[in-house]
């Protein structure tokens, strides 16, 4: 039996009225979504919050968001990437919960607006969530933040890439990565762990959506096996930064983060694992409903990362 918050109840009595997303084609999804406008707390808690065009590798540019906290810094930097199954959302999505990353741990987040599937399938947005970890190396003092002191962050498909990139820079001798702060991280496309069927349907994200994202995201099943993919699949997790990682008790993607965890553990990769308890999928950037249990998501990630720094 499922153990769930009183919040998590009422948050998915509203949420199983309304139609799945594997029902709907992604176009549906993004322009339904567009007509829920996501209310915006306005008690801003950061100085500044500036949107910017960064140019990446095919000539493209991709919009960034950049949080400064208060003070005068230099700061850490965050450089965040949101969920939506590679197929779904925008900086937008994390938009709230990035001010409080950035009020909360004192530091500078950098949220990406990556190129999403179907039009844009893997690896463009490995490449682009890539490409904007070393535009803010690159940038890191006009940023007024921390060479040595960069995290990769973000939530479920987010998640996936910021670990991804992490992969991505120990495999080129690309820049030093300090942490990674990864919620509810896909790490396999299989779909097929006991978190999987216990959580099928009814939980928010689905069985089928998953299936259904990576419909969109893979060219071709033999993508699956692609360690930039499935973290999880990879021959070997040693030399990746510390993470942090907290999965939702009631989530499909429950399991494989905690398999990810423990590889990494396995691979002498300092980690820290969090269950959310009676939370589900996306509680993180659902602040109008958790906003108490993502306030103590950062401040266990900024423990973490003042112990591992």
């Known amino acids: 039996m499922a153990n769930l918050l009183n919040e998590t109840k009422q948050y998915l009595d509203v949420v199983n009225k309304q139609p799945s997303l594997h029902t709907m084609t992604p176009v549906e999804v993004r322009e339904l979504r567009a007509g829920q406008p996501k209310p915006l707390n306005n008690k801003t808690q950061v100085k500044n919050i500036e949107d910017q065009l960064i140019e990446v590798r095919d000539g493209a540019s991709i919009k960034i ?21 590679w197929v779904l ?109 216990e959580f099928a349907e009814g939980f928010g994200l689905e069985k089928k959506d998953m299936e259904w994202f990576g419909h969109y995201y893979l060219q071709q099943e033999t993508e699956k096996q692609n360690p930039y993919v499935a973290p999880l699949r990879a021959e070997h997790l040693n030399n990746l930064p510390p993470a942090f990682i907290k999965v939702a008790e009631n989530d ?16 002498n990769v300092t980690v820290q694992l969090e269950t959310a308890k009676g939370l589900i999928h996306s509680f993180f950037t659902k602040n109008e409903v958790f906003s108490e249990y993502i306030e103590k998501t950062i401040d266990q990630f900024h423990e973490f990362r003042k112990m591992n720094h």
């Open 65 to 85: 968001r950049i949080y400064s906290p208060k003070g005068k810094g230099p700061f850490p930097i965050i450089i965040y990437y949101h969920g939506g199954g």
């Open 252 to 267: 499909v993607l429950r399991d494989e983060g905690i398999a990810y965890a423990k590889r990494l553990s396995y691979s």
């Open 89 to 197: 959302n925008s900086i937008e999505t994390c938009h709230e919960s990035c001010q409080l990353l950035a009020a909360k741990t004192n530091s500078i987040v950098v949220s990406v607006d990556y190129r999403l599937a179907p039009e844009f399938p893997f690896p463009t947005p490995v490449y682009d969530a890539y490409d904007a970890f070393l535009w803010t190396v690159k940038n890191v003092g006009e940023l007024n933040g921390v060479e040595n002191q960069i995290t990769v962050a973000g939530d479920s498909a987010g998640a996936n890439l910021a670990t991804v990139v992490s992969m991505m820079s120990r495999d080129l001798n690309g820049p030093t990565i300090a942490s990674q702060f990864l919620l509810y991280p896909v790490t396999d496309l299989t779909y097929n762990t006991p978190s999987y069927n």
